[in-house]
């Protein structure tokens, strides 16, 4: 559906977890998992309820599908007391959102339910970001988009820093095959029409998120969407061309604040139309017998939140990346496969290098990762996975070339996989294989 202007609104409340007297933090919920989601899920419907009875009605109604309606909540929206769920209770989450959001109601909205964390292993925690198209009834991958981050394990499950060079992990939803994922978790997807860019942030202690890379030829980010607790959004932080939105809603204490702007450049906001405080009666828990109901204060330190409501904005122009790419397969294996994209600049000078591995006993989710990249995982039955990539200088009449440093079951090796040209249409790379 061609959408003419899109509308956002930022539900605003703080996600972080409870500081207290002492300077220690408690994160806050529900003894029982399945019901402390179920109580959140219950906050998330009163809220996406009242901002669509707070939206101004146009008069005469404007058609279907002419302005697309964007409710983002901030990073950590569901955690628990444990500082993530198990992953039965993550998937209980992602269905329940789906679900609220599937009535016709909802035609012409889209959420972005903030983030789930979840334990995926003893020691791994991953922070999971749902984008739902509105209207679509079916819990599952229509209509929808999975926005994965892994983080380490650390002081209530908040990541203090990110793996060295970048070991944060993108994933889709099964069928959307077109998301690429960089190595700093930033997911680019097409819903409703519009390319998105969707980066999951983190503490203000984090550098900021880096520019997602994207390939010559790909859709440009027409719409960069930020969920935080704790960091703020820039014009080098996000994906967007020139004239590009970007929308940011942050969860931290009283620093907890939705913005909207213009990348222009330089990024110029947007103002807010209105603000609405969410209600903050006590919720119920469907299915409890007893009947239950939960205090909004037991589960966020400073109550439900605020509704921010921004003015109609015209859907930015769509367009694709411009530039050229040389395509490399690395048969290292018959385990293991490698491909490469060497991207050149619109002038045909040498920008960056991304990289595709395919493993048949790990599954990295057709992520393109950017080079240079360190990575470290294990296999199902426990093997060290190693990936080291770096760019060094080439020889002879080669500019650059691509060093690596890789033990995966069944293949090692050290040295330059491949030289190549400084610019496109130079030497043919010269490769190892």
Same mark, same amino acid.
């Given at each position: 559906?061609?959408?003419?202007?899109?509308?956002?609104?930022?539900?605003?409340?703080?996600?972080?977890?409870?500081?207290?007297?002492?300077?220690?933090?408690?994160?806050?919920?529900?003894?029982?998992?399945?019901?402390?989601?179920?109580?959140?899920?219950?906050?998330?419907?009163?809220?996406?309820?009242?901002?669509?009875?707070?939206?101004?009605?146009?008069?005469?109604?404007?058609?279907?599908?002419?302005?697309?309606?964007?409710?983002?909540?901030?990073?950590?929206?569901?955690?628990?007391?444990?500082?993530?769920?198990?992953?039965?209770?993550?998937?209980?989450?992602?269905?329940?959102?789906?679900?609220?959001?599937?009535?016709?109601?909802?035609?012409?909205?889209?959420?972005?339910?903030?983030?789930?964390?979840?334990?995926?292993?003893?020691?791994?925690?991953?922070?999971?970001?749902?984008?739902?198209?509105?209207?679509?009834?079916?819990?599952?991958?229509?209509?929808?988009?999975?926005?994965?981050?892994?983080?380490?394990?650390?002081?209530?499950?908040?990541?203090?820093?990110?793996?060295?060079?970048?070991?944060?992990?993108?994933?889709?939803?099964?069928?959307?095959?077109?998301?690429?994922?960089?190595?700093?978790?930033?997911?680019?997807?097409?819903?409703?029409?519009?390319?998105?860019?969707?980066?999951?942030?983190?503490?203000?202690?984090? =550098?900021?998120? /880096?520019?997602?890379?994207?390939? *010559?030829? %790909?859709? !440009?980010?027409?719409?960069?969407?930020? @969920?935080?607790? #704790?960091?703020?959004?820039?014009?080098?932080?996000?994906?967007?061309?020139?004239?590009?939105?970007?929308?940011?809603?942050?969860?931290?204490?009283?620093?907890? =604040?939705?913005? /909207?702007?213009?990348?222009?450049? *330089?990024? %110029?906001? !947007?103002?807010?139309?209105?603000?609405? @405080?969410?209600? #903050?009666?006590?919720?119920?828990?469907?299915?409890?017998?007893?009947?239950?109901?939960?205090?909004?204060?037991?589960?966020?330190?400073?109550?439900?939140?605020?509704?921010?409501?921004?003015?109609?904005?015209?859907? *930015?122009?769509?367009?694709?990346?411009?530039?050229?790419?040389?395509?490399?397969?690395?048969?290292?294996?018959?385990?293991?496969?490698?491909?490469?994209?060497?991207?050149?600049?619109?002038?045909?000078?040498?920008?960056?290098?991304?990289?595709?591995?395919?493993?048949?006993?790990?599954?990295?989710?057709?992520?393109?990762?950017?080079?240079?990249?360190?990575?470290?995982?294990?296999?199902?039955?426990?093997?060290?996975?190693?990936?080291?990539?770096?760019?060094?200088?080439?020889?002879?009449?080669?500019?650059?070339?691509?060093?690596?440093?890789?033990?995966?079951?069944?293949?090692?090796?050290?040295?330059?996989?491949?030289?190549?040209?400084?610019?496109?249409?130079?030497?043919?790379?010269?490769?190892?294989?």
């Amino acid at each position: 559906m061609a959408y003419s202007s899109i509308q956002f609104i930022g539900y605003v409340i703080d996600t972080a977890p409870q500081l207290n007297a002492d300077g220690s933090q408690t994160c806050l919920g529900l003894g029982n998992p399945q019901q402390d989601v179920q109580a959140r899920c219950q906050l998330m419907l009163r809220a996406m309820e009242a901002a669509a009875a707070s939206l101004p009605q146009a008069s005469p109604p404007e058609p279907p599908g002419t302005t697309l309606k964007v409710f983002m909540a901030p990073e950590f929206f569901f955690r628990g007391t444990a500082g993530a769920y198990q992953l039965d209770d993550v998937r209980l989450a992602i269905t329940t959102l789906q679900q609220m959001a599937g009535g016709a109601q909802w035609n012409d909205w889209m959420f972005v339910f903030g983030t789930v964390a979840g334990t995926l292993a003893a020691n791994e925690t991953s922070n999971f970001c749902l984008v739902q198209q509105g209207g679509v009834a079916s819990p599952g991958d229509s209509g929808a988009g999975m926005v994965m981050k892994e983080l380490q394990s650390n002081i209530v499950a908040i990541a203090s820093a990110a793996h060295p060079g970048g070991v944060l992990v993108g994933a889709v939803s099964p069928g959307r095959p077109n998301q690429q994922v960089g190595y700093d978790g930033a997911g680019i997807f097409q819903l409703c029409g519009i390319t998105w860019g969707l980066d999951i942030c983190l503490d203000g202690n984090m =550098q900021r998120v /880096l520019r997602s890379p994207r390939v *010559p030829g %790909s859709s !440009v980010v027409q719409v960069q969407l930020v @969920p935080s607790c #704790g960091t703020d959004a820039d014009a080098g932080s996000v994906a967007c061309e020139a004239g590009g939105l970007v929308f940011h809603c942050d969860g931290m204490r009283d620093t907890a =604040q939705s913005t /909207l702007a213009l990348l222009q450049p *330089p990024m %110029s906001d !947007v103002a807010m139309a209105s603000s609405m @405080p969410v209600p #903050g009666d006590a919720l119920p828990l469907p299915g409890a017998s007893p009947a239950q109901a939960v205090p909004v204060s037991s589960l966020y330190a400073q109550g439900p939140g605020t509704l921010d409501c921004y003015p109609p904005q015209a859907v *930015p122009n769509a367009g694709t990346v411009p530039g050229s790419v040389v395509r490399l397969s690395w048969p290292a294996s018959p385990q293991w496969t490698f491909n490469f994209l060497l991207v050149y600049a619109t002038n045909g000078s040498f920008d960056s290098i991304r990289c595709e591995i395919a493993g048949k006993t790990v599954d990295f989710h057709g992520n393109n990762y950017t080079v240079p990249l360190q990575l470290s995982t294990r296999d199902a039955v426990g093997n060290t996975v190693q990936v080291q990539m770096s760019l060094i200088a080439g020889s002879g009449p080669y500019a650059g070339a691509l060093w690596c440093r890789i033990e995966v079951p069944g293949f090692v090796f050290e040295g330059n996989a491949f030289e190549f040209s400084a610019v496109y249409g130079g030497m043919p790379p010269y490769t190892v294989w």
